[in-house]
């Protein structure tokens, strides 16, 4: 770095020194052409080096633990669902997986018994995670009319909405769209000791979302009635802006992994509680190979369960830990005699070039 500046201010000084001729092509001579702008130049002395090293790692390794930790505290459960929520004699082929889930007549109801590993505090998140389910595929994430969700029948548009914008009768279909239409409608219900568990449903989509972007006088209209049924339905009494779950479906995912708030649990739950789920088993993954899973989640001051940052944090800070103790070793068993940095071209003529 040191060297770099040190020779082109030498080269700026013969710049300067030549007057300028005629059909020069030579630019006039500026601050900037010349890389001559105030810049911080600081000389690398092993203490100050060593200091850096040192100081990183003592801020970072505190952090790293801290939100490990923090991740370490949150209680998860998850339970994968879709391959034991089938009669087990169809479990083998994905044809009859299919005609199972297809089959509006036959029984989807499953029992699952999740057993509470550690004390879970309120409230407790519940959450349906989808695999390979891409809904962040372009015509997949522009099918939807946000003009309609805000205004409803007053703007009765459906563009953008193809394949799923009108009835076959031409009336539009209210929310319209391929998201709208694949709702997601596995539906849980939660027991402990013969009791109900309570999941409010209510506050789990994003308060803007619920003002702004859809509308409290839209309500749903042909909806899911074609010949394909596409996932869940909606009451047409209720407005968009309190259906909370086609809300959180419709903000779509980034990743084709992803959770989905279901509902909240407002009681602590006790380690070694068993909870039983009855679930309906709907929503068809079986086509595209998608895995579902329940999962019930705490979370701590950092959100859900997740080393990677408290990982990351401490990666860095003990990396710097052992670059200080390295130059440290290095410096008093073979240290160098730095030169006089008051020969350097800035500090031998401060007043430029
Ligand atoms: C879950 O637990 C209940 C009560 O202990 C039991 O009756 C039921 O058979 C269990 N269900 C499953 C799927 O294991
Ligand atoms: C749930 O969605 C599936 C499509 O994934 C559909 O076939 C089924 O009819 C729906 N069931 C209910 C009860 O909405």
């Not at 596995?186 to 702004?212: A, C, H, M, P």
């Not at 996932?231 to 779509?252: F, P, Y």
């Not at 200080?324 to 350097?344: C, E, N, T």
Request: aromatic share 10%.
């Amino acid at each position: 770095m040191s060297t770099t500046a040190a020779s082109t201010s030498g080269a700026a000084g013969s710049a300067d020194s030549s007057a300028p001729r005629r059909n020069s092509k030579r630019p006039k001579y500026s601050k900037f052409t010349q890389q001559e702008l105030p810049a911080c130049k600081p000389i690398l002395t092993p203490k100050w080096v060593i200091s850096a090293f040192t100081l990183i790692s003592v801020i970072f390794i505190p952090i790293g633990v801290a939100s490990l930790l923090a991740s370490r505290d949150v209680v998860e459960i998850v339970d994968r669902y879709e391959t034991e929520c089938i009669p087990e004699s169809l479990r083998g082929e994905k044809a009859t997986k299919l005609a199972h889930i297809q089959d509006p007549s036959s029984d989807k109801t499953c029992q699952r018994n999740l057993t509470v590993p550690k004390h879970m505090k309120q409230p407790i998140y519940v959450y349906y995670q989808l695999d390979n389910f891409y809904q962040n595929h372009r015509r997949y994430v522009k099918s939807r009319n946000d003009e309609q969700l805000r205004k409803g029948s007053e703007a009765s548009t459906t563009s953008g909405c193809d394949p799923e914008d009108t009835t076959s009768d031409g009336s539009p279909i209210v929310p319209c769209g391929l998201i709208a239409w694949s709702l997601f409608n596995d539906t849980y219900n939660f027991t402990r000791n013969e009791q109900s568990l309570n999941v409010n449903k209510n506050g789990i989509s994003w308060k803007s979302d619920r003002d702004r972007k859809f509308g409290d006088d839209v309500f749903p209209k042909n909806f899911q009635n074609g010949t394909l049924k596409g996932g869940g339905s909606l009451d047409a009494n209720i407005s968009l802006s309190k259906q909370e779950n086609l809300i959180v479906w419709m903000r779509t995912a980034a990743l084709p992994t992803f959770r989905k708030l279901y509902g909240k649990i407002e009681v602590d739950l006790e380690a070694n509680d068993v909870i039983t789920v009855d679930l309906e088993n709907n929503y068809n993954t079986y086509s595209f190979g998608g895995k579902k899973k329940l999962v019930l989640s705490t979370t701590s001051w950092l959100g859900g369960k997740n080393d990677f940052l408290g990982i990351a944090y401490l990666t860095v800070g003990s990396l710097c830990l052992f670059l200080a103790m390295a130059f440290f070793i290095v410096y008093l068993v073979k240290p160098r005699r730095l030169g006089d940095p008051s020969y350097l071209s800035w500090n031998r003529n401060p007043s430029g070039h």
